[in-house]
């Protein structure tokens, strides 16, 4: 059962904008911590971004250009990208339900962006 839908990834180039969305199964995303993290070629799993007890937090390498939001009504994470650089090119993930960062009950498929020069 899929219980998180990534989606809005895609080409853009450098100083372009996405918006990546993520659609839970259910009320997943009301709960404990959820994160948008990412994954580049030959290189760990990081964070960008979470909310933890409605308090947003960021990596130093996206504060001030990405903006994580949620809309409990709708159970959708999204993430807000602005001023795209190609070393933000990566397989993006959602997660919910973490206790703490990287350790997330529920996992999205990974959506693919690409930010070209």
């Keep these: 059962q899929v219980l998180?839908?990534?989606?809005?990834?895609g080409s853009v180039q450098s100083l372009g904008s996405l918006k990546l969305s993520c659609a839970a199964a259910g009320s997943i995303i009301n709960g404990r911590g959820v994160g948008w993290y990412r994954q580049a070629p030959g290189r760990d799993r990081e964070l960008v971004s979470r909310i933890s007890v409605g308090i947003a937090t960021?990596?130093?390498?996206v504060k001030g250009r990405?903006?994580?939001?949620?809309?409990?009504?709708?159970n959708t994470l999204y993430l807000q990208m602005n001023s795209l650089k190609t070393e933000d090119t990566a397989v993006y993930y959602c997660a919910a339900d973490c206790a703490v960062p990287h350790a997330c009950t529920y996992w999205g498929q990974g959506t693919q962006v690409t930010v070209s020069s």
């Design 58 to 61: 960021y990596a130093d390498s």
């Design 66 to 74: 990405f903006t994580i939001s949620q809309d409990n009504t709708k």
């Design 4 to 9: 998180l839908v990534e989606s809005g990834g």
